[in-house]
RNA sequence: GCCGAGGUGGCAGAAUGGUUAAUGCGACGGACUGCAGAUCCGUUUCCUGGGGGUUCGAUUCCCUCCCUCGGCUCCA
């Protein structure tokens, strides 16, 4: 497996600390607004990420914070007049909400910035001791980056050439414009806690090395996020973690998801061009919207389309998973005892030695696009036998179904097909179906319409084929 | 200004120092159908930002220019 990594700049063959543990961490979400759908590309990918270590045998902990407590959530919560920690909780809800229906379940714990304020206070004690970060007066704690000598290591960032207050504005308080608050000292009516500098609250950047210092020890495999994390906040987490514990480096492999653009541009409040992650599963459905995200590579820019970019992702979904639906109804028909031939040809061979390849594609820095191409190529190829499935027996068809079976698992498509088998054995439809094909066979096709509308009305599309009639669920997928 | 990622057909997006540059969407044609949709098959063999260079051969490697996007100390 290979992996690149962003700190080397290079593709580098994945060895763990531990094997087979891994340490993977991701930066999670700060909850002061509902979850946009750039964010949905991030975690799908890490949660394929997660889920293919997993396959190849790799014992993943998988963490992914929550920074419940910063200055937005402060500002937006005031706005609403309710307490910022309830407002991070409401969102954050809805966002363990979304991510269940996204099928996105690899994260082992979500921890909370502010239950880890003991290990955030430690950490800031050993910067203190050791000299990398200093009190202001109005008690704030800041490292100070003149300290570190390999500031920018990760970013390649130079100190001397940055433009301070390019997007923020220069905090007064500090020694220096590249010094960044771990500690922010407490305002009447926010949230705040003693410490030995003062009341006050964590910076940002701490909480995950506090976090991950706790769970993972001062190294640990490999630490993901978006693009936008890179400066200054991983290359701050590195100064924090490696300054604090003398060890480096902090995590052995960096990824760095691309970002998803709005029209070719980063979706941010201040354009008003958001698109809510939770209202794009509800148009999409959740396969379709994991299929375009996984459908670039993951380190390239994607841009988002709101008036096509999901109508696509659903047709191509619908395309895909044809074959699978027909080899799934076909087992459901028989029941296991059904008897049967062979499948044609080598077609068997075919699909376990394709599932060799969807491995080696995805352990080939997760390449998902590319496993998604040899996917459609199978569709293709089981299309051309889309008739004669019937006459397979069980096994056969669980055989030439396992590149669909490792879509599933490594991809996390078609979950939605395996969790809703009853909607295909609808008796009350089954009985509607008859009656329109008794209609049509004497020819009443006023009567065979009317039931299609009333069918396609409830949410069951019907196809007519030589075989007769099929039905569907419409909607997402 | 500095750091980084990009520029591939109508659109979205892969890949590779070498026969027709993947895949999907869309479009077109056909099969199926009472019609439609869905589905299946086929076609879309004049697409690699501009200019240099290395090479027998460059979309790929090197240089340069142009453009877009991201970051520059609280963004997935």
């Known amino acids: 497996m290979a992996v690149y990594d962003s700190r080397t700049r ?20 700060t909850p002061y607004a509902p979850a946009h759908i750039g964010h949905g590309r991030t975690f799908v990918v890490f949660d394929v990420v997660a889920r293919s270590l997993r396959r190849w045998g790799y014992r993943v902990f998988y963490v992914q914070n929550v920074t419940n407590l910063d200055d937005k959530l402060i500002a937006r919560a005031a706005e609403e007049g309710i307490d910022p920690l309830a407002l991070a909780e409401r969102h954050f809800a809805e966002y363990a909400r979304t991510m269940e229906r996204l099928g996105v379940r690899s994260v082992d714990y979500l921890p909370f ?20 970060a200093y009190r202001a007066a109005d008690g704030s704690v800041y490292f100070e980056v003149a300290r570190f000598p390999g500031y920018g290591k990760l970013s390649r960032q130079n100190v001397a050439e940055l433009r301070p207050g390019a997007r923020v504005e220069v905090d007064p308080r ?11 000292a407490a305002t009447p009516g926010e949230p705040s806690w003693e410490s030995p500098w003062g009341p006050g609250r964590p910076g940002w950047h701490i909480e995950d090395t506090a976090m991950t210092g706790r769970l993972f020890g001062p190294r640990y495999d490999l630490h ?15 100064a924090l973690s490696e300054s604090a514990t003398g060890e480096a480096p902090l995590a052995n492999y960096w990824m760095h998801c691309g970002l998803l653009l709005l029209r070719g541009e980063k979706m941010s409040k201040s354009l008003g061009n958001v698109a809510p992650l939770d209202a794009s599963v509800d148009k999409a459905g959740p396969g379709p919207l994991r299929l375009y995200y996984l459908n670039a590579h993951y380190r390239s820019p994607l841009d988002f389309d709101p008036d096509r970019s999901l109508d696509e992702a659903r047709e191509a979904y619908a395309r895909l998973r044809q074959p699978f639906d027909r080899i799934s109804e076909a087992l459901e028909r028989g029941g296991p005892d059904r008897e049967g031939t062979e499948p044609p040809g080598p077609l068997g061979d075919e699909a376990e030695a394709l599932v060799e390849r969807l491995d080696a594609t995805l352990a080939d820095d997760f390449n998902s696009r590319e496993a998604i191409a040899l996917l459609f190529g199978w569709a293709r190829r089981l299309g051309e036998l889309s008739g004669s499935l019937d006459a397979i027996a069980p096994a056969g068809l669980e055989r030439i179904r396992a590149p669909y079976d490792w879509a ?4 996390g498509l078609f979950e939605e097909r395996r969790a809703a088998p009853e909607d295909r054995s609808s008796r009350v439809v089954d009985v509607a179906i008859a009656a329109r094909a008794r209609a049509r066979a004497r020819g009443d096709f006023a009567e065979s319409d009317r039931i299609r509308d009333e069918l396609r009305a409830a949410g069951i599309d019907v196809e007519d084929g030589a075989a007769g009639s ?3 669920r419409s909607g997402p997928g």
């Open 408 to 411: 599933s698992e490594v991809l």
């Open 174 to 184: 500090k020694r220096a414009p590249e010094d960044f608050a771990i500690w922010k």
């Open 113 to 132: 910035a502010t239950d880890y304020i003991p290990e955030i206070l430690a950490q800031i004690r050993a910067l203190v001791d050791r000299g990398f």
């Open 10 to 29: 290079e593709a580098r063959v994945f060895a763990p600390i531990t094997p087979p543990r891994v340490g993977l961490y991701v930066c999670g979400l």
């Open 224 to 238: 993901g996020g978006g693009v936008d994390l890179i400066f200054p906040h991983h290359e701050a987490e590195v």
């Open 470 to 472: 099929r039905w569907r």
